[in-house]
């Protein structure tokens, strides 16, 4: 979407609202005649437009035809609360009226109208994620039918990552028969390294409000987010060497940093709005479906603490402004309320904390409950059976998977590839914007006095400056804490640099000197998987932060059309699966029976342009 912005503010230039080319200021058609407007309009391919005031109906229709669909239009609504003209709310579209008389008769072209605050920074930004979001909203997303309407009854998932087992109960719930290939072994049969993230990640997962959360620049005067092209051991996020970065990985960096800070404060917003969907649901399905969080561990309330006082401000009025603040902790508190800390705040390692509402559970115990639900439901699982890839006719339609277990030719499949289904990406909206960033994993004894309650730690500055620490047990059923820590960019590489790992690492063992000085590692356990130092698993990641929803219908040779079923696709989530996973359910479930859901258009791979495989490397360096 091209944006003319004719607002003056001199304060624009400061801010990166135009870096991208995206959005065009030009200050000097604000007092412009209507046909100076209409001609910057089209000579900039705009199909939005933020003034201060309303065009005439006139020039609506003209610049609708020219664009040849919706136009979006924010102005400022005078305080009496009337207009120039009609103003719909925020999101809303309406059809300006065609001429009264003379000429052939035209259909009346569509207009979004949103409302614009004021001249200032805040105010046009808002304004520009109106104009964005509504564009994403009126995107045609492919629906199936519900059984009862004659649509599949069947779905077939690839990948049993936490994600598609959760879409599974949904769809087991619907009457759904299933049937779930994965291409790694059967969980708990190999060492880590032969598993995806839910498997092979250690045994902790936890949900918040911002679990999932956006990483792109959003201070409207911050400059260029550089994470990814500083190394971990200068605290950035690159764990590779910067010469061996690939064209389509530069191009992915580069895709990241350019998503500017209105944009990307809306993307968050977005996110948060589906992790406050995803809540409800977990709530809900801990109450239908009790069972499956017996002995997991199950841990409510999350204590977020901090080293820097600044950075403890700022995120009590996030937490704040999205309703997920239950409450301060001063370090005197967190001394006498969680004696397991009280050594760490005594020495002044902590600035305070939040109490926010979430939870965290051991993951492997509660897959496993997942899959015996299934099971028992009727779910057929085929372990070490990849899906190579996917078949298409000479029109990119699909017409077909690559895989040991025939894929039934009615029934919908649900893709949630993780980082290394890359193949089944291949001919859909999302290649290429799947990339690889890793954290990494250690354990630590929970001895007297225990840490009863999950904690988030933010070290501002530290190489691994943000952590989750769950309360959890061993195999043995011994009380151990596992320390989740790190980002580190490996983009489309299944090996990370080994001085990159070790740092972070190092890292992750800093953080539980600071927080539980004189700690020890666990004692063995009669569970292989409990045994090692340090582990880490890849998280796929987009460049906007945002998840991907991506649904095509397939083409069964041998049935009409309205019969047959969907591909769906999601992923991307970076560090949010499990916190979205009943959330994506919901939305599988509501593609399948033809009902809308905001994830279906929030997070279509088409929402943000993709990244362009060209090599440009700035700062990063090529080998001597």
Excluded at 105 to 116: G, K, R
Excluded at 169 to 189: C, E, I, N
Excluded at 236 to 244: H, Y
Excluded at 312 to 331: D, E, K, Q, Y
Aim: charged share 20%; proline share 8%; aromatic share 6%.
């Amino acid at each position: 979407m091209k944006t003319l912005l004719t607002v003056v503010n001199p304060d624009l230039a400061r801010t990166d609202f135009l870096r991208s080319g995206d959005v065009v200021h030009v200050p000097e058609a604000a007092d412009a005649d209507e046909r100076r407007l209409l001609n910057a309009l089209c000579r900039h391919g705009a199909t939005a437009l933020v003034a201060t005031q309303r065009p005439s109906d006139t020039l609506l229709r003209a610049w609708a035809r020219h664009a040849a669909g919706p136009v979006q239009v924010a102005y400022a609504v005078p305080a009496t609360g009337r207009s120039s003209g009609p103003c719909a709310p925020a999101d809303a579209g309406h059809t300006v009226p065609p001429p009264r008389s003379g000429g052939r008769h035209q259909p009346a072209p569509t207009v979004y109208e949103h409302p614009l605050g004021g001249t200032d920074v805040e105010s046009i930004a808002t304004a520009l994620a109106h104009c964005e979001r509504a564009v994403a909203r009126a995107r045609a997303v492919p629906a199936g039918l519900a059984p009862a309407a004659g649509g599949p009854r069947e779905a077939f998932l690839i990948g049993a990552g936490l994600v598609n087992l959760v879409t599974a109960v949904y769809l087991a719930d619907a009457g759904y028969r299933l049937t779930v290939v994965d291409g790694s072994p059967a969980p708990g049969t190999a060492q880590w390294g032969a598993y995806g993230c839910t498997h092979g990640g250690d045994d902790a997962r936890m949900f918040t409000f911002t679990e999932m959360d956006g990483y792109n620049n959003t201070d409207f005067h911050g400059g260029v987010p550089t994470w990814f092209r500083r190394p971990v051991t200068d605290c950035g996020w690159l764990a590779r060497e910067p010469w061996s970065l690939t064209p389509q990985e530069h191009a992915w960096i580069q895709a990241f940093e350019s998503v500017p800070s209105w944009l990307a404060r809306a993307y968050t917003a977005d996110v948060f709005a589906l992790s406050v969907e995803a809540g409800r649901e977990w709530s809900a399905l801990r109450a239908r479906l009790p069972h499956l969080f017996e002995d997991v561990v199950l841990t409510d309330g999350i204590l977020r603490v901090y080293t820097d006082p600044d950075h403890l401000r700022a995120a009590t009025a996030r937490h704040r402004s999205i309703g997920a603040l239950l409450g301060g902790v001063a370090p005197a508190d967190i001394a006498r309320d969680h004696p397991a800390l009280a050594r760490a705040a005594g020495a002044g390692a902590l600035a305070g904390g939040v109490l926010v509402p979430g939870f965290t559970l051991n993951v492997h115990r509660f897959t496993e409950r997942l899959v015996a639900h299934l099971v028992d439901r009727g779910a057929r699982f085929h372990w070490r059976t990849p899906v190579t890839g996917v078949r298409r006719d000479a029109h990119g339609a699909l017409v077909g998977f690559d895989c040991a277990v025939p894929v039934p030719e009615h029934a919908h499949v649900i893709a949630s590839p993780g980082v290394a289904g890359a193949a089944l990406l291949r001919g859909t909206p999302c290649e290429g914007r799947v990339h690889g960033v890793l954290g990494g994993w250690m354990r630590v004894d929970n001895r007297d006095p225990a840490l009863r309650t999950s904690l988030k730690v933010a070290r501002r500055g530290h190489v691994t400056e943000d952590a989750n620490i769950t309360v959890a047990r061993d195999g043995d059923g011994r009380s151990v804490l596992i320390v989740g820590s790190g980002y580190g960019y490996i983009g489309t590489s299944d090996s990370p640099d080994e001085r990159q790992l070790a740092a972070i690492r190092a890292g992750i063992a800093n953080t539980i000197g600071q927080l539980f000085p004189g700690s020890a590692a666990p004692a063995p356990s009669s569970r292989t998987h409990d045994n090692y130092a340090f582990k880490y698993c890849v998280r796929p990641w987009t460049a906007t932060s945002l998840g991907l929803y991506h649904v095509e219908p397939r083409q069964p040779r041998r049935t009409a059309p309205h019969q047959g079923g969907l591909f769906i696709v999601t992923g991307g989530h970076n560090t949010g699966g499990f916190a979205q996973s009943p959330a994506i359910g919901r939305a599988v479930l509501a593609s399948v029976c033809g009902a809308s859901h905001p994830m279906h258009t929030l997070y279509h791979p088409e929402r943000h342009p993709a990244p362009a495989a060209r090599f440009a490397p700035l700062s990063l360096s090529s080998p001597a």
